[in-house]
């Protein structure tokens, strides 16, 4: 199953260059294959992050991190296939809480810490993402 991510300048420091899940409602399809537990032991899935995000009052809720390996088979950047291992997928709160309670979600890796020259110029550009889970570490599949 694949789904829609952007490529990203996540960081916002001019190095670092990352993946986004294209949005709110991807995020939420997003959790059917991230099914194992967050690197902290918070939450057993992203659903249950999720949920909780969505009734947080106050503070927003801790964010979910999952170990994963990236596999880039995309053009975009680079000139041949890439392989990212240990990066960390996140997914936490994008913006204030809402005036109904919750918060909106948004997931993301950080690729590489020193991709910004290949990467910025492709910054927003759409790709497709597979997402293995397992119980150890994901993997996130950029496709060509």
């Not at 294209?22 to 194992?36: I, N, P, Q, Y």
């Not at 889970?133 to 950029?142: I, W």
Request: aromatic share 12%; glycine share 8%; net charge neutral.
């Amino acid at each position: 199953m694949g789904f829609a991510f952007k490529i990203w300048n996540q960081g916002n420091d001019g190095r670092t260059m990352g993946i986004r899940v294209a949005d709110v409602s991807e995020v939420a399809r997003f959790a059917s294959v991230c099914t194992e537990p967050d690197i902290a032991g918070n939450y057993a899935n992203l659903q249950e992050y999720l949920d909780n995000a969505d009734i947080a009052t106050g503070t927003p809720p801790m964010p979910y991190r999952r170990t994963v390996n990236v596999v880039w088979l995309n053009t975009a950047g680079y000139n041949q296939h890439r392989y990212f291992p240990g990066r960390i997928l996140e997914v936490t709160y994008n913006g204030r809480e809402r005036s109904t309670g919750g918060y909106a979600t948004q997931a993301y890796v950080i690729v590489d810490p020193v991709g910004y020259a290949v990467l910025a110029p492709h910054h927003k550009s759409p790709i497709q993402a597979q997402y293995v889970a397992h119980p150890s570490h994901d993997v996130v599949v950029v496709m060509p």
